[in-house]
């Protein structure tokens, strides 16, 4: 916390754990980004093949100030999904 009491910008940014899943019933490449951290430039969080039905490991994903979260990931041959509101131990299907 600040003087004001208010807190910091770290005491309320926390990252969240998600799960991403291929559900889409082939081998495919998926890209993850975390649109949260840096919206003009954001990270890639996992970018690797997942087989079918497989999930990565938790991967951390940032929160702002709000609790909200948004994430867009990309299969290698399809178009790029954005995924709002998620929450800690959240699993995302992707398709």
Same mark, same amino acid.
């Given at each position: 916390?600040? $003087? %004001?009491?208010?807190g910091?910008?770290?005491?309320?940014?926390?990252? $969240?754990?998600? @799960?991403? %899943?291929?559900?889409?019933?082939?081998?495919r =490449? *998926?890209? $993850?980004?975390?649109?949260?951290?840096? #919206?003009? @430039?954001?990270?890639?969080?996992?970018?690797? *093949?997942?087989? @079918?039905? =497989?999930? %990565?490991? #938790?991967? #951390?994903?940032?929160?702002?100030?709000?609790? !909200? %979260?948004?994430?867009? *990931?990309q299969? @290698?041959?399809? #178009? =790029?999904?954005?995924?709002?509101?998620?929450?800690?131990?959240?699993?995302?299907?992707? !398709?």
């Open positions: 916390m600040d $003087i %004001t009491g208010r910091t910008k770290s005491d309320f940014m926390p990252d $969240i754990s998600v @799960s991403f %899943t291929n559900n889409y019933g082939d081998s =490449q *998926y890209a $993850i980004w975390d649109l949260g951290r840096d #919206p003009n @430039s954001p990270p890639v969080i996992f970018n690797d *093949y997942l087989d @079918s039905n =497989q999930s %990565t490991s #938790p991967l #951390p994903v940032h929160s702002n100030d709000f609790g !909200e %979260t948004r994430v867009m *990931y299969r @290698s041959d399809g #178009p =790029q999904q954005v995924v709002d509101n998620l929450s800690d131990g959240d699993s995302v299907s992707m !398709e």
